[in-house]
T-cell receptor, first 113, second 114 residues
Framework: KQEVTQIPAALSVPEGENLVLNCSFT??????LQWFRQDPGKGLTSLLL?????REQTSGRLNASLDKSSGRSTLYIAASQPGDSATYLC????????????FGKGTKLTVNP | KAGVTQTPRYLIKTRGQQVTLSCSPI?????VSWYQQTPGQGLQFLFE???????NKGNFPGRFSGRQFSNSRSEMNVSTLELGDSALYLC?????????????FGSGTRLTVV
């Protein structure tokens, strides 16, 4: 059964800092990995989608990498801003099992002005 | 382009009642999935529908059910509500039900059972 872990559970940084969020998964047989952002009480906003054949994806200040063989992904946020404060979730679409997406518990990011 | 629309945004129900939540996917999307989010368990997959057929189902009791209409809109129903059903219910749509396509989520329905 696929399991997704995100470390750390919470992170507090000063504005302007570059930071890395980590995601690991137990079964490397995945179709893709997706990073989401969730603001308090809100739905999920898709940030980046990495197919299993890709190594990274970039969007603005965000860069996500995928190492399928080691079961790891990182989300790099450059020059963090207070508006980046949110919970960041990673989710994998696995080749086995019935669940469409398996989510980690998320990393709660706080960027202090 | 309209996103995924979930209604209602908030619901308060009494234990033992039943509830129906609605999800309208992005135009052209035919796959709709439902997830339950709680502080303790995080996000858990409920079920997925494609072309009015349930394709996959998560590990939830039979009190949780759903359906999809010919216009791809989906509803989920929870009968005999329990306090533990209090959660944020999220709907996600995708162009097709095949792997490789990303999912777009709605804003969710916050269900509180008292």
């Amino acid at each position: 059964k696929q399991e997704v872990t995100q470390i750390p559970a919470a992170l507090s940084v000063p504005e302007g800092e570059n930071l890395v969020l980590n995601c690991s998964f137990t079964d490397s047989a995945i179709y893709n990995l997706q990073w989401f952002r969730q603001d308090p009480g809100k739905g999920l906003t898709s940030l980046l989608l990495i197919q299993s054949s890709q190594r990274e994806q970039t969007s603005g200040r965000l860069n996500a990498s995928l190492d399928k063989s080691s079961g790891r992904s990182t989300l790099y946020i450059a020059a963090s801003q207070p508006g980046d404060s949110a919970t960041y979730l990673c989710a994998v679409s696995s080749q086995g099992g019935s669940e469409k997406l398996v989510f980690g518990k998320g990393t709660k990011l706080t960027v202090n002005p | 382009k309209a996103g995924v629309t979930q209604t209602p945004r908030y619901l308060i129900k009494t234990r033992g009642q039943q509830v129906t939540l609605s999800c309208s996917p992005i135009s052209g999307h035919r796959s709709v999935s439902w997830y339950q989010q709680t502080p303790g368990q995080g996000l858990q997959f409920l079920f997925e529908y494609f072309s009015e057929t349930q394709r996959n189902k998560g590990n939830f009791p039979g009190r949780f059910s759903g359906r999809q209409f010919s216009n791809s809109r989906s509803e989920m129903n929870v009968s005999t509500l329990e306090l533990g059903d209090s959660a944020l219910y999220l709907c996600a749509s995708s162009f097709v039900a095949e792997p490789g396509y990303g999912y777009t989520f709605g804003s969710g329905t916050r269900l509180t059972v008292v």
